[in-house]
């Protein structure tokens, strides 16, 4: 509203100075063409029959005067202004003058006068013509337009201002909507949903966006949830073992049921501590990027220490090697760990045999290793890089690790500004691909 006020107060003011300058001038040149006219006949027929034609001839709202040299009165269109002359402008042959005065004391009322002096010679002297327009006409014109905005103009603001208001609010009323719903969802119910207008406008599109958010939202919270939930069963297998282990143990033991126990809880101490560490890192990586040293790693080396040790530990597992030496930069503790996890599940996973290879191509490092097992399903092939995530269901330990693995191999390839991807292979089995930038 004060911007408005302050607009059609502008207007206002450009309106009326605009309108008294248009009313005005059509009174100037209004006078200025009877002075043109009584001046014409002042040089064609003299001023002998003027005192007659000025009074027919002039209009109530002018009088005119008919000055000699001397300035005394020798025509005048009205007795009382017969006496005393308008104005002292004395303009020569042809010139005119111009002046704007206020109370006229010869004359009997109050009006304003715009007073148009020509200059005449006739017989050779020199005659003045006055013309004095009232312009109180134009001035209560310009009066009476003033009143009307100023009685106009705060009823045109108080619509102004109710209209802006109710539009405002009925704008703004889905934003309202949208705002109490978001208040009323709580964080243990992330399914409830912002009403979305069918305006196809700015607020539309903010409600959509903010379901997206909500959808986003409850998946996290649903990842969260699982992975706590996955995390807890985790946790709990090995160290009901360690339990049960101690409960079954006498204090005077010491044959072989004792080192058969210590062995079993070494071994499911051991499982914990990995997967405790595990978690670790997945939550390192989910803060910020994981900790990393720098370096040249020859890659193919890695390789070769995963061979070598795959060979020795699983005697009726073919182990192939086709490793040309390649050198990436990059942390030779976290790549070493992608190549075993990736390692570990191709075993577990092959019949009979496990494929690894190096190459460079197009600027990156390639590592594969591929098995002859059943194979991933193609709709699985990205649900496996999940956390706890295990396409066998009954977690039974020979088949398979804590789910983990393939997310620690997709983190630490991101962090080294590479991809991991798992393809089929044409007879059977699984190719897992990883690229590496080459320094």
């Not at 910020?288 to 795959?310: H, N, W």
């Not at 182990?319 to 990736?342: A, C, F």
């Not at 804590?402 to 190719?431: D, F, M, P, Y």
């Amino acid at each position: 509203m004060v911007v408005v006020a302050i607009a059609m107060a502008l207007g206002a003011a450009v309106l009326l100075l605009l309108l008294q300058r248009a009313l005005i001038t059509t009174v100037s040149d209004a006078a200025d063409g009877r002075a043109a006219d009584v001046a014409n006949q002042v040089s064609d027929e003299g001023v002998a029959a003027l005192k007659v034609d000025l009074a027919e001839s002039t209009r109530a709202s002018q009088i005119i005067q008919v000055l000699d040299p001397s300035g005394a009165i020798v025509a005048a269109s009205s007795a009382r202004a017969g006496s005393t002359p308008l104005t002292g402008l004395r303009p020569a042959d042809g010139v005119v003058q111009r002046a704007e005065v206020g109370e006229m004391p010869l004359l009997d009322d109050d009006h304003d006068y715009l007073i148009v002096a020509r200059g005449v010679e006739y017989g050779g002297r020199t005659y003045t013509v006055v013309v004095a327009s009232s312009i109180e006409t134009q001035r209560s014109t310009v009066t009476t337009v003033t009143k009307y905005l100023a009685i106009g103009f705060p009823l045109l603001l108080i619509v102004v201002g109710i209209a802006g208001w109710l539009l405002a609010g009925q704008a703004l009323r889905p934003v309202e909507r949208i705002r109490a719903r978001v208040q009323g969802i709580e964080s243990s119910d992330l399914t409830e949903r912002v009403p979305v207008p069918q305006t196809e406008d700015e607020i539309a599109r903010l409600a959509a966006t903010m379901n997206e958010m909500l959808d986003r939202l409850q998946a996290g919270q649903a990842n969260q949830r699982r992975f706590v939930a996955d995390a807890s069963h985790e946790l709990r297998s090995p160290l009901a073992t360690v339990a049960a282990g101690l409960d079954v143990i006498e204090p005077s033991a010491r044959g072989q049921s004792w080192q058969d126990l210590h062995q079993l809880m070494r071994g499911e101490a051991e499982r914990m501590r990995g997967l405790v560490e595990n978690l670790l890192l997945l939550a390192k990586a989910d803060d910020a990027a994981l900790p990393m040293q720098r370096t040249e790693v020859d890659l193919d080396d890695l390789v070769d220490t995963e061979v070598l040790r795959l060979r020795q530990g699983s005697v009726d597992l073919q182990v192939i090697s086709d490793v040309h030496p390649v050198r990436v930069l990059g942390d030779p503790l976290r790549l070493s760990q992608l190549i075993r996890n990736l390692v570990d599940n191709a075993a577990r996973a092959a019949h009979s045999t496990v494929r690894l290879t190096t190459s460079e191509r197009d600027g990156n490092a390639i590592l594969t290793i591929e098995d002859d097992g059943d194979g991933i399903p193609e709709a699985d092939r990205l649900r496996v890089f999940e956390r706890f995530v295990r396409l066998d269901t009954s977690r039974a330990r020979a088949s398979g690790g804590s789910g983990l693995g393939l997310s620690i191999v997709q983190e630490i390839s991101k962090a080294h500004q590479g991809t991991v991807t798992l393809s089929a292979q044409a007879g059977g089995g699984t190719t897992a691909t990883v690229t590496l930038p080459l320094p």
